[in-house]
């Protein structure tokens, strides 16, 4: 079974700071995931990177995927209080079945 | 994309009891898909249900405990049996829709046990 460590566990910071997360996997990501999930409700998909060295933006959102595939992070700038959740990475592997990493909990204070 | 719906979104169920999610989905799927996210955790596969096959259980996981029915391509069941406080969780119905690599989920079933 793939190991998905994210970094930080938890992150608080001020309204308007900037971020990073991180996700890095003991193997080769199938396709990458980053989803967040809000209290009370199922996790929600941010966006997907398939290809090495591949950088989406997503509004205030960046991501990057590691060239080798095997790590990725979530930059935030200007974090809004609606950031606020948690932040899960996942690995769909050849089964169709999807992986979570550890998770950050990120709370941004207004 | 596809919408999901659990019931029960919340229930308190008393130890030794089993209670049983459903699962619907507005769409056919293959594959369903069910997990467990601890209180302040990730998620964790229990795992995967197909129509017309057993459901597929993770390491950890087995059937006598967390059965698992699939009736057709729209729904699935899921029963937390003799249940005890350890069992207390959010139970996360998600399915993967044809033609991409993303899941969708429910909002989840929170289960307390006392």
């Known amino acids: 079974t793939q190991l998905l460590e994210q970094s930080p566990q938890f992150l608080s910071i001020q309204e308007g700071e900037n971020l990073t997360v991180y996700c890095n996997s003991s193997s080769v990501f199938s396709s990458l995931q980053w989803y967040r999930q809000e209290p009370g409700e199922g996790p929600v998909l941010l966006v997907t990177v398939v290809t090495g060295g591949e950088v989406k933006k997503l509004k205030r959102l960046t991501f990057q995927f590691g060239d080798a595939r095997k790590d990725s992070s979530l930059h935030i700038t200007a974090a809004q209080t609606g950031d606020t959740g948690l932040y899960l990475c996942?690995?769909?592997?050849?089964?169709?079945?999807?992986?979570f990493g550890t998770g950050t909990s990120l709370t941004v204070i207004p | 994309s596809a919408v999901i719906s659990q019931k029960p979104s919340r229930d308190i169920c008393q130890r030794g009891t089993s209670l049983t999610i459903q699962c619907q989905v507005d769409?056919?799927?293959?594959?369903m898909f069910w997990y467990r996210q601890q209180p302040g955790q990730s998620l964790t596969l229990i795992a995967t249900a197909n129509q017309g096959s057993e459901a597929t259980y993770e390491s950890g996981f087995v059937i006598d405990k967390f059965p698992i029915s699939r009736p057709n391509l729209t729904f699935s069941t899921l029963t937390v049996s003799n249940m005890s406080p350890e069992d207390s969780s959010i139970y996360l119905c998600s399915v993967d829709p044809p033609g991409g690599n993303t899941i969708y989920f429910g909002e989840g079933s929170w289960l307390t046990v006392v």
């Open positions: 996942a690995d769909g592997d050849t089964g169709n079945q999807f992986y």
């Open positions: 769409s056919q799927v293959t594959m």
